[in-house]
Nanobody
Framework: QVQLVESGGGLVQPGGSLRLSCTVS????????MGWYRQAPGKQREVVAW?????????YYIDSVKGRFAVSRDNAKDTVYLQMNSLKPEDTAVYYC???????????????WGQGTQVTVSS
């Protein structure tokens, strides 16, 4: 059983920073693309940032976070990070980790979600 475990959420003032972490745990798996989504109250879940597995580490950011957020990963630790700087009240949401997982036992790919971590930006 593979699990995505997130940490790092919390309450921060506007202009502040937070760093989210998401570690994939389990056995007999590999990861491909990993990233972050968020869902604010009354809104649909939206992609925030993605990074691929390969040496080029291609990344994607939603326009509203470009220049403020940075996604990175440590493949040796099966961990993806989201450094969030210059946070704004509109960044308030539950942030979810997402990963493409390869199950070696079943030779099959699937997509998996973390449980979510709350980020609140407020003075």
């Amino acid at each position: 059983q593979v699990q995505l475990v997130e940490s790092g959420g919390g309450l921060v003032q506007p202009g502040g920073s937070l760093r989210l972490s998401c570690t994939v745990s389990g056995s007999s798996f590999a990861t491909d693309s990993m990233g972050w989504y968020r869902q604010a109250p009354g809104k649909q879940r939206e992609v925030v940032a993605w990074t691929t597995h390969g040496p080029n580490r291609n990344t994607y950011y939603i326009d509203s976070v470009k220049g403020r957020f940075a996604v990175s990963r440590d493949n040796a630790k099966d961990t993806v990070y989201l450094q969030m700087n210059s946070l704004k009240p509109e960044d308030t949401a539950v942030y979810y980790c997402n990963a493409d997982i390869f199950n070696r036992d079943r030779s099959a790919w699937y997509n998996s979600w973390g449980q979510g971590t709350q980020v609140t930006v407020s003075s």
